[in-house]
């Protein structure tokens, strides 16, 4: 089983592992091979996965979702578990994963700093 949450740019593991030898398999080219480190090599053979299974524009950005992975998994062989193991499996993000920035407007700064004082209490 590789876990979603395990297969991210930067991370070594052992998912990351599986999923490179999976994209080997469909013909994708990791230089290196399964190395177990998510970095550009992955990335950029993850985007041509992407693009094969009919993905398009930044849809095709190399970095697995849920409905990519498992496609994956079915055509090469494994199961994926979309579950994200920094919210429980409900689904959401968590604040950390969130990105703000509108260029003159700081309310969701203001807003964010609001949650994160809260959290803290």
Not at 6 to 14: I, L
Not at 49 to 67: M, N, R, V
């Amino acid at each position: 089983m590789v876990a979603l949450s395990n297969v991210r740019f930067g991370k070594r593991n052992e998912d990351v592992r599986a999923v490179q030898k999976a994209l080997i398999k469909r013909g994708r080219k990791i230089p290196d091979g399964a190395t177990g480190l998510f970095g550009e090599q992955t990335k950029a053979a993850y985007r041509a996965e992407q693009l094969a299974q009919g993905f398009k524009g930044t849809d095709a950005d190399g970095i697995p979702g849920c409905a990519s992975l498992t496609t994956l998994g079915r055509l090469t062989g494994f199961k994926v578990d979309c579950r994200r193991a920094s919210d429980g499996g409900r689904g959401g993000m968590a604040l950390a994963q969130v990105t703000f920035r509108d260029p003159g407007d700081e309310s969701g700064r203001q807003q964010c700093g609001a949650m994160r004082a809260r959290r803290a209490n």
